[in-house]
């Protein structure tokens, strides 16, 4: 059975949690700080970093904003990070993509301190992956949904992501078409993917 999920709700229960917590930390006199870099202006990152920014003022975290320009060299890039690493006050990097053609994305991401990479992005970090991390939480928190004893796939990118170990991953740059993966989809008790486009992904029984 398929309904829908109220996402802002979802967000604003998560950030009112996390307004707590930040609070808390606050007390014993610790300060969270998220360090967040943007590479030229790209339309959707820029509305990406904006409530990154506004989501940490309103849970109390501080936020320092680093906006370069796209011209940037990747040496440059690079000395930015290293120096975020180093400084103590900073307790998370993020680095929003895309990324300029002349910048390596997968070197700036090795780049990040595995201890500050909340992005999840590097293979040892730290974190989990945000958006798989989200939609396993609110899964089991919030629809009670169970893992134990279930066959766990995954298709996609990070596969060498440590947080994905025990879990069966396979590469698969699917792009914007429907495609059946050996099978699984069609009996799969539980079918998660991320589409980017307008519109909705056309399914059947068949796909």
Known sequence: MAYLIDGKAISKQIKDELKEEVALLNAKGIFPCLAVIQVGQDPASCVYVNNKKKACEY??????????????????LLQLIYELNDNQEVNGI??????????????????????????????????????????????????????????????GGMTDNRWFTGIERTAANIGRTIVTLNGNITIGELVITAYVGKGSVPLSSSD
């Open 94 to 155: 993020l680095v929003q993509l895309p990324l300029p053609k002349h910048i390596d994305e997968n070197k700036v991401i090795q780049a990040i301190h595995p201890s500050k990479d909340v992005d999840g992005f590097h293979p040892m970090s730290c974190f989990p992956p945000c958006t798989p991390a989200g939609i396993i939480n609110y899964l089991i928190d919030g629809c009670n949904y169970n893992f134990e004893g279930k066959t766990n796939k995954y298709y």
């Open 59 to 76: 849970i109390g975290i501080k936020s320092l904003s680093y906006e370069v320009e796209e011209s940037i060299t990747e040496e440059a």
